[in-house]
């Protein structure tokens, strides 16, 4: 039917969000459940390739689009993807950054036209750095900061069968508590807390393995208090510019793409 309808059967979208809302974890989850109804992953990053020889990051790109058609159905993963495709409007930008994104919109171009099937996703904290013309052939995914159920979620894996909380606190309160927290300033915040029950429990047992006996009893629990001072040296990390960044750039590809 598709073909019927000359309908193209590349399917391309760009993930858009702040750092640490989780888009390369949705996209590799995405890609996984692919693989697993025989899809090839083909997955690089815009810094590595940025990070090659001169000449030599175009052969990479180049390559990676044509092993994209030959294991078709394969989706190409590029995280970072503003490195590699810059917006050539830009003034002052490098001849090499401009042969790149050529190169990258060549290699496209070769899988949009091919009547193989093919995902290809770009993730970007940047999407006013990607050239114009790659924007227009993809479809936007905005991804949002992780709302409070979402935390409670990221915190219970964190903690879940490792350390219990003291009666009357939960992991929905820990979320409720860091409203303006990213993954990143969960993990973060995570990573304080287990070192400071490492300190606490070990200095409360002596004995490592009556400190962990009492970890996995319960006889030992993270309180409220330990949460707060942990948090006092683990704030998150500044995110109003960047947000409005990016809603201002979307509201005007919004209009461009309207006009």
């Not at 508590?177 to 490492?198: E, F, G, H, P």
Request: charged content about 30%; overall charge negative; some cysteine.
């Amino acid at each position: 039917l598709k073909e019927y309808l000359k309908m193209k059967k590349l399917h391309s979208y760009f993930f858009i969000g702040p750092p640490g809302c989780g888009k390369t974890y949705i996209i590799e989850a995405f890609a996984h459940e692919l693989m697993d109804k025989n899809y090839k992953y083909i997955s690089l990053v815009g810094s590595d390739i940025l990070s090659r020889f001169v000449g030599e990051a175009e052969k990479i790109i180049t390559t990676l689009f044509e092993e994209a058609e030959k294991n078709a159905p394969c989706i190409v993963f590029i995280d970072e993807v503003d490195g590699v495709c810059k917006n050539r409007s830009q003034p002052m930008l490098p001849e090499y950054a401009a042969s790149l994104t050529t190169a990258f919109l060549t290699g496209y171009n070769r899988i949009n036209n091919s009547d193989k099937p093919n995902i290809f996703i770009g993730a970007t904290n940047y999407p006013n750095q990607v050239d114009n013309a790659m924007l227009d052939r993809v479809e936007l995914v905005r991804v949002p900061f992780p709302d409070q159920e979402a935390r409670t979620f990221s915190f219970e894996k964190h903690f879940q069968s490792i350390i219990q909380l003291e009666d009357g606190f939960t992991f929905g309160e820990m979320a409720e508590r860091t409203d303006t927290y990213n993954y990143r300033d969960i993990q973060r915040l995570a990573s304080k807390i287990k070192t400071m029950v490492l300190k606490d429990v070990m200095g409360q047992y002596k004995k490592e393995s009556d400190a962990l006996e009492a970890l996995k009893s319960g006889m030992y629990r993270l309180t409220r208090e330990q949460f707060l001072k942990a948090q006092e040296g683990c704030l998150p990390t500044p995110k109003e510019d960047i947000i409005r960044e990016l809603d201002e750039w979307e509201e005007k590809f919004k209009r461009s793409m309207d006009e």
